[in-house]
């Protein structure tokens, strides 16, 4: 069913809402054009649906969503399960904007057995419609290559593309080849090989595949017990060869544990508006598939929705058919016979930690990979992502010239300030600026951050030197506003563009905004102010850390004797603070330094304050 409307606002929903079943299902999100914009399922249609129009979004996406929905549409399925294959079904082939989405676009290689006369084998990229048998997909074509050439060095199977039909068998149309000589076919082609005896060949080629190498090993040791009963000692000891290397090649494989048959593992790792997910295919103890892949979400999914999403489409994609899904939390997984374990202990959760391990060398490999680099980038490149930025953040000029402040401090002490300058999209170092915290007493991030932004724009303009087009202050709207106090003050008001980066949710702050601007996680706007921001990070603490080993701080614990740097580390590391430490009672000094060094401490604040009060 169908109801078209003009754009689908509360009100219009609510004469809708009615003619919506309350049974299960899937619902469908049009626009204006419609294209579909969102695919979701549901146990009760209409009160899944209503909750878009009844509710306050705490997600911009979510909203944007609304705003553009024209038409919905829902189809009536008998189950919850039904509903979930649909959606996911419908998700993989449209891919719609708003629905989360696995970033895999690569076509993935199989291994054919050829519907013909003693079928072939071999690598293809192309699944069709023939009556073949395809094995896989697999993850990797060096992968497949290697195993076929492990088979092909085991199991004597034909390479060529002769026509092997009974008739031209018969005929004695062809000879054998080098092949047969080599020992590596049995020349089907002057019928020296049954049908029967090459399908079993086929058949260990399978249990190879799957890691299932006991049944072929056995085979081979049946076969060598009869050469050497008839003599044929050449023939044993060629059979023998080929048992050591199928058990040298299984002693390599990942074995798991023997037990834990077929299952299936999947790790999740969540980066704002990303997820990475590993996904390990154990099949007869061994790991034999092992695939990374990329999130894309969007409408604030939990892990849980993720995990569910993510694996009904790799389990579909790789033909998984194991019963057991191992993962790092509970889910609810719609699909009968599946049991869903949350390992705690033992290989089960041995296997889930290498899952994890993998995901999280994805994610950082990724960032790599992505990372902005204006530098190799064309001329017209840098322009289009700067007028990305302009246009993102409504700025009046085109930001040739970007600024960027931090303040860093060691375990809350020791203040310093950064600044990173960008030029046509690129790092002009030349201009990057330290700053030693002068007026500015303790730790205040407020007052600090006014300090080095008065101190840089003031010395701009006594140079008459031109100012940035955008400012970026690492921070949230506390930074900011002290940040914009110094602004005003210089009369620069107009002038530049100030904006705060919220440090962990990527937040865009404009002064005198209440609510906030969140850029696509992916789009190169953010992605250049993450650069700078990533850069003020690294220009700071790099200067952090020269002025630290230089002595220029100097810890006022390591004025006690008896107390040597690496206590005094600690301690701040600890307590975050020296005001903290000396109001601390031995016993807490104690639980981490022990009491001799407490009692040393204590005594030395006690004869400071005694001195203070007598001076």
Do not use: W
């Given at each position: 069913m169908t109801v078209n409307k003009k754009r689908?606002?509360?009100?219009?929903?609510?004469?809708?809402?009615?003619?919506?079943?309350?049974?299960?299902?899937?619902?469908?999100?049009?626009?204006?054009?419609?294209?579909?914009?969102?695919?979701?399922?549901?146990?009760?249609?209409?009160?899944?649906?209503?909750?878009?129009?009844?509710?306050?979004?705490?997600?911009?996406?979510?909203?944007?969503l609304v705003q553009r929905i024209y038409s919905i549409e829902f189809t009536i399925v008998n189950s919850e399960q039904d509903a979930f294959l649909l959606e996911n079904n419908l998700i993989k082939q449209f891919q719609p904007r708003f629905n989360i989405n696995?970033?895999?676009?690569?076509?993935?290689?199989?291994?054919?057995?050829?519907?013909?006369?003693?079928?072939?084998?071999?690598?293809?990229?192309?699944?069709?419609?023939?009556g073949s048998e395809y094995l896989g997909p697999f993850t990797s074509?060096?992968?497949?290559?290697?195993?076929?050439?492990?088979?092909?060095?085991?199991?004597?199977?034909?390479?060529?593309?002769?026509?092997?039909?009974?008739?031209?068998?018969?005929?004695?149309?062809?000879?054998?080849?080098?092949?047969?000589?080599?020992?590596?076919?049995?020349?089907?082609?002057?019928?020296l090989q049954t049908e029967d005896d090459y399908r079993e060949g086929l058949a260990s080629l399978k249990n190879i595949l799957k890691g299932n190498l006991g049944p072929v090993i056995l085979d081979f040791k049946k076969e060598m017990k009869t050469a050497a009963e008839k003599m044929d000692f050449e023939k044993a000891e060629m059979i023998r060869k080929k048992i050591e290397h199928l058990e040298n090649y299984q002693s390599k494989s990942v074995i798991v544990n023997k037990h834990i048959s077929h299952a299936d593992i999947f790790s999740l790792l969540r980066d704002n508006d990303r997820a990475f997910v590993n996904y390990l295919m154990v099949q007869n103890g061994t790991i034999v598939q092992t695939h990374n892949t990329e999130v894309e979400t969007h409408m604030e999914?939990?892990?849980?929705?993720?995990?569910?999403?993510?694996?009904?489409?790799?389990?579909?994609?790789?033909?998984?058919?194991?019963?057991?899904?191992?993962?790092?939390?509970?889910?609810?997984?719609?699909?009968?016979?599946?049991?869903?374990?949350?390992?705690?202990?033992?290989?089960?959760?041995?296997?889930?930690?290498?899952?994890?391990?993998?995901?999280?060398?994805?994610?950082?490999?990724?960032?790599?990979?992505?990372?902005?680099?204006?530098?190799?980038?064309?001329?017209?490149?840098?322009?289009?992502?700067?007028?990305?930025?302009?246009?993102?953040?409504?700025?009046?000029?085109?930001?040739?010239?970007i600024e960027c402040f931090d303040n860093s401090n060691l375990h809350g002490s020791y203040p310093v300030s950064a600044m990173v300058c960008f030029k046509n999209g690129v790092e002009s170092k030349?201009?990057?600026?330290?700053?030693?915290?002068?007026?500015?007493h303790g730790i205040d991030d407020f007052a600090t951050m006014q300090e080095v932004v008065y101190r840089r724009y003031k010395r701009l303009l006594k140079e008459e030197q031109s100012l940035?087009?955008?400012?970026?202050?690492?921070?949230?709207?506390?930074?900011?506003?002290?940040?914009?106090?110094?602004?005003?003050?210089?009369?620069?008001?107009?002038?530049?563009?100030?904006?705060?980066?919220?440090?962990?949710?990527?937040?865009?702050?404009?002064?005198?905004?209440?609510?906030?601007?969140?850029?696509?996680?992916?789009?190169?706007?953010?992605?250049?102010?993450?650069k700078i921001r990533d850069e003020v990070h690294r220009f700071g603490i790099q200067f952090h850390r020269k002025k630290r080993s230089a002595g220029t701080f100097q810890n006022q614990l390591e004025n006690i004797q008896g107390i040597g740097k690496q206590t005094a580390d600690l301690l701040l590391k600890t307590f975050?603070?020296?005001?903290?430490?000396?109001?601390?009672?031995?016993?807490?000094?104690?639980?981490?330094?022990?009491?001799?060094?407490?009692?040393?401490?204590?005594?030395?604040?006690?004869?400071a304050g005694e001195e203070k009060q007598a001076g």
């Open positions: 689908m606002t509360q009100p219009e929903f609510q004469n809708i809402a009615q003619t919506i079943p309350n049974d299960p299902g899937i619902y469908k999100y049009l626009d204006n054009k419609k294209e579909l914009l969102y695919v979701g399922k549901a146990k009760n249609l209409r009160k899944r649906v209503s909750s878009y129009f009844n509710k306050g979004f705490t997600n911009y996406k979510t909203h944007e696995l970033k895999d676009d690569k076509s993935y290689p199989y291994i054919i057995i050829k519907n013909e006369p003693f079928p072939r084998v071999f690598l293809t990229r192309k699944k069709i419609n023939d074509v060096a992968k497949v290559r290697e195993l076929l050439d492990f088979v092909r060095a085991n199991i004597q199977l034909r390479t060529c593309k002769l026509n092997l039909t009974e008739n031209n068998i018969r005929k004695k149309k062809f000879k054998v080849c080098l092949e047969y000589h080599l020992g590596n076919c049995k020349g089907p082609c002057e019928g999914e939990t892990d849980e929705e993720i995990f569910v999403f993510s694996i009904a489409q790799l389990r579909d994609t790789f033909n998984s058919q194991a019963p057991e899904i191992i993962v790092p939390i509970s889910i609810q997984y719609p699909q009968l016979g599946i049991v869903i374990t949350v390992p705690k202990a033992g290989d089960k959760k041995k296997l889930l930690e290498l899952s994890e391990k993998n995901v999280r060398y994805f994610r950082e490999d990724l960032r790599k990979k992505k990372a902005l680099h204006l530098k190799d980038k064309t001329g017209d490149t840098i322009k289009e992502v700067l007028e990305q930025v302009m246009m993102d953040l409504q700025l009046a000029e085109l930001p040739v010239h030349k201009d990057y600026r330290h700053f030693n915290v002068k007026t500015v940035p087009q955008l400012v970026i202050i690492d921070g949230g709207k506390g930074q900011l506003n002290a940040a914009l106090k110094s602004i005003t003050e210089l009369n620069l008001t107009g002038m530049v563009t100030l904006i705060g980066l919220a440090k962990n949710e990527e937040e865009i702050f404009f002064a005198g905004d209440k609510e906030s601007l969140k850029l696509p996680y992916q789009s190169e706007s953010l992605k250049l102010i993450r975050h603070s020296l005001n903290k430490i000396q109001q601390l009672s031995e016993k807490d000094l104690a639980s981490v330094i022990g009491h001799a060094k407490a009692k040393l401490i204590l005594k030395y604040f006690e004869k």
